[in-house]
């Protein structure tokens, strides 16, 4: 079964500085997919970024970047001139594709607690 | 634009008391989930479906049950309640293709006392 490990329960950033999240997932599949969400406290589930396996590009959406790396099975998320408003815990997902018999499902880490000092 | 819309948002039982969680959704999508999501912990996959008539298991499926007669309805239903299932319980939808993202509702707290 694919496992998707956060190993830092809770990280801060000062504003306008830099954070990384860290996320590994346990695969052996080749074709697959990686989401961050972002959830603040109003507990919605808002989507940040994803990646496709096949793609070597890191993906990037603004001020948020991902390290990708396929081999090592790491899929690392950094924020850029971090505003308070970045506050909330961030899920890693994993997603698989069907055509290799994978079950249509996100299976999520456990998250990580961004706090961002003023 | 409602998106994934779940009812009720705030939900008190009792031990042995049964409920239903709706879930509807506006945007066509085949597939629906439900997921939990206890203090500390990510989301755990009750159940999930990927078209009407058509609902599988997830991670943490026991004590719940779902129907999908329309593309747009995904209902839980918990029978006899337990503390156990105290909870916010997610409702999400996507398109089939596996690069889409999910698309959650607002959840549900959900207390079993």
């Known amino acids: ?118 | 634009n409602a998106g994934v819309t779940q009812t009720p948002k705030f939900r008190i039982l009792k031990i042995g008391q049964s409920m239903t969680l709706q879930c509807t959704q506006d945007m066509n999508h085949n597939y629906m989930y439900w997921y939990r999501q206890d203090p500390g912990m990510g989301l755990k996959l009750i159940y999930y479906s990927v078209g009407a008539g058509i609902t599988d298991k997830g991670e943490v499926p026991n004590g719940y049950n779902v129907s999908r007669s329309t593309t747009e309805d995904f209902p839980l239903r918990l029978e006899l309640a337990a503390p156990s299932q105290t909870s916010v319980y997610f409702c999400a939808s996507s398109y089939a293709e596996p690069v889409s993202p999910l698309h959650f509702g607002n959840g549900t707290r959900l207390t079993v006392t």
């Open chain 1, 1 to 118: 079964a694919q496992t998707v490990t956060q190993s830092q329960p809770e990280m801060s950033v000062q504003e306008a500085e830099t954070v990384t999240l860290s996320c590994t997932y346990d695969t052996s599949e080749s074709d697959y997919y990686l989401f961050w969400y972002k959830q603040p406290p109003s507990r919605q589930m808002i989507l940040v970024i994803r990646q496709e396996a096949y793609k070597q590009q890191n993906a990037t959406e603004n001020r948020f970047s991902v390290n990708f790396q396929k081999a090592a099975k790491s899929f690392s998320l950094k924020i850029s001139d971090s505003q308070l408003g970045d506050a909330a815990m961030y899920f890693c997902a994993y997603r698989t594709f069907k055509s290799q018999g994978g079950s249509e499902k996100l299976v999520f880490g456990k998250g990580t607690k961004l706090t961002v000092n003023p």
